[in-house]
């Protein structure tokens, strides 16, 4: 069995009377790239923060490296690479100065990277960190956390600052140093485009829970949408089995589904007389339909 990097278990956290986690299950293992989806305030940074320690669990358990979080050990942290939706930098500091400084703490930092880095999105290496735009303070804390080649990356929204370009060049980046297949990436964001490209599996959390994590081809290849033309009209309680949305239009009807197969699409055609579409659904597609 895979070493699993992070693992979670009944995890859950409230703010006051707010429950915001409520019984999350997940289990990473080692050289996988795990895209987190949610809508905006499901709690997906407060997931993040659960796993890393900087908040406590109301209940449940969270492990990483097989250790508790809260109390993470220096050998711990010196293989795990963060960077929050909000990167804080000593503004006093140039862009040379900060990654020095942060190139201290580690003894294994690989500096011809963070050059190739700071070349390839054109950074200013002598601008004080203060007056950077969020776009360039979004780039630096991505090369901060990528210096020391972490075994466990975690980022939350890490191109939301981005233009398109930087955007690529990044997920680039990121697949050359996970390309090995002995790092670990766990990263929140909403652009889905993103993540089908550089993603090995996917965590929808859903209502305090993580609804779904799966391989991500296998889910595209199990969520599926049907388009059925029957030859009579098709009775309002026509229903196909395993269906997250299903619309009825006379003799038509589109179904989105879970689990299609041939032998369902075999017995839709062979039932109701029809001529039956199986559609492939994006991921952006696949999660509206989860959502709706």
Same mark, same amino acid.
């Given at each position: 069995?895979?070493?699993?990097?992070?693992?979670?278990?009944?995890?859950?956290?409230?703010?006051?009377?707010?429950?915001?986690?409520?019984?999350?299950?997940?289990?990473?293992?080692?050289?996988?790239?795990?895209?987190?989806?949610?809508?905006?305030?499901?709690?997906?940074?407060?997931?993040?923060?659960?796993?890393?320690?900087?908040?406590?669990?109301?209940?449940?358990?969270?492990?990483?490296?097989?250790?508790?979080?809260?109390?993470?050990?220096?050998?711990?942290? @010196?293989? %795990?690479?963060? =960077?929050?939706?909000?990167?804080? +930098?000593?503004?006093?500091m140039? #862009? *040379? !100065?900060?990654?020095?400084?942060?190139?201290?703490?580690?003894?294994?930092?690989?500096?011809?990277?963070?050059?190739?880095?700071?070349?390839?999105?054109?950074?200013?290496?002598?601008?004080?960190?203060?007056?950077?735009?969020?776009?360039?303070?979004?780039?630096?804390?991505?090369?901060?956390?990528?210096?020391h080649?972490?075994?466990?990356?975690?980022?939350?929204?890490?191109? @939301?600052? %981005?233009?398109? =370009?930087?955007?690529?060049?990044? +997920?680039?980046?990121?697949?050359? #140093? *996970? !390309?090995?297949?002995?790092?670990?990436?766990?990263?929140?964001?909403?652009?889905?485009?993103?993540?089908?490209?550089?993603?090995?599996?996917?965590?929808i959390?859903?209502?305090?829970?993580?609804?779904?994590?799966?391989?991500?081809?296998?889910?595209?290849?199990?969520?599926?949408?049907?388009?059925?033309?029957?030859?009579?009209?098709?009775?309002?309680?026509?229903a196909?089995?395993?269906? %997250?949305?299903?619309?009825?239009?006379?003799?038509?009807?589109?179904?989105?589904?879970?689990?299609?197969?041939?032998?369902m699409?075999?017995?839709?055609?062979?039932?109701w007389?029809?001529?039956?579409?199986?559609?492939?659904?994006?991921?952006?597609?696949?999660?509206?339909?989860?959502?709706?």
């Amino acid at each position: 069995m895979n070493e699993l990097m992070i693992e979670a278990s009944g995890l859950s956290r409230r703010f006051g009377t707010t429950d915001v986690l409520t019984s999350v299950d997940l289990a990473i293992p080692r050289g996988t790239v795990v895209g987190l989806l949610g809508t905006n305030g499901c709690g997906k940074s407060t997931l993040i923060k659960c796993l890393l320690g900087l908040l406590r669990v109301s209940g449940g358990t969270a492990r990483m490296f097989d250790e508790d979080p809260w109390d993470l050990s220096g050998a711990a942290k @010196a293989r %795990l690479g963060y =960077v929050p939706q909000d990167v804080k +930098l000593y503004p006093w500091m140039t #862009v *040379t !100065q900060v990654i020095s400084y942060t190139a201290a703490f580690y003894p294994t930092w690989d500096f011809a990277l963070t050059e190739h880095l700071v070349q390839q999105w054109d950074l200013p290496r002598d601008r004080r960190a203060g007056p950077l735009s969020p776009g360039q303070i979004q780039k630096l804390g991505l090369i901060l956390a990528l210096g020391h080649r972490p075994e466990l990356l975690i980022l939350d929204e890490p191109v @939301a600052s %981005l233009d398109p =370009v930087a955007r690529r060049e990044f +997920l680039k980046s990121l697949l050359e #140093v *996970t !390309q090995d297949e002995k790092h670990t990436v766990l990263f929140s964001t909403h652009i889905t485009s993103d993540l089908e490209r550089v993603a090995s599996h996917v965590a929808i959390l859903k209502q305090g829970k993580v609804e779904l994590f799966e391989d991500l081809d296998t889910v595209k290849d199990r969520i599926k949408r049907l388009r059925i033309s029957a030859i009579e009209p098709l009775p309002r309680s026509f229903a196909v089995e395993g269906a %997250l949305r299903t619309e009825i239009e006379g003799r038509v009807a589109l179904v989105a589904a879970t689990n299609v197969s041939e032998q369902m699409v075999s017995d839709l055609r062979a039932r109701w007389q029809a001529e039956v579409t199986v559609e492939d659904l994006n991921l952006e597609e696949i999660f509206l339909e989860l959502h709706r």
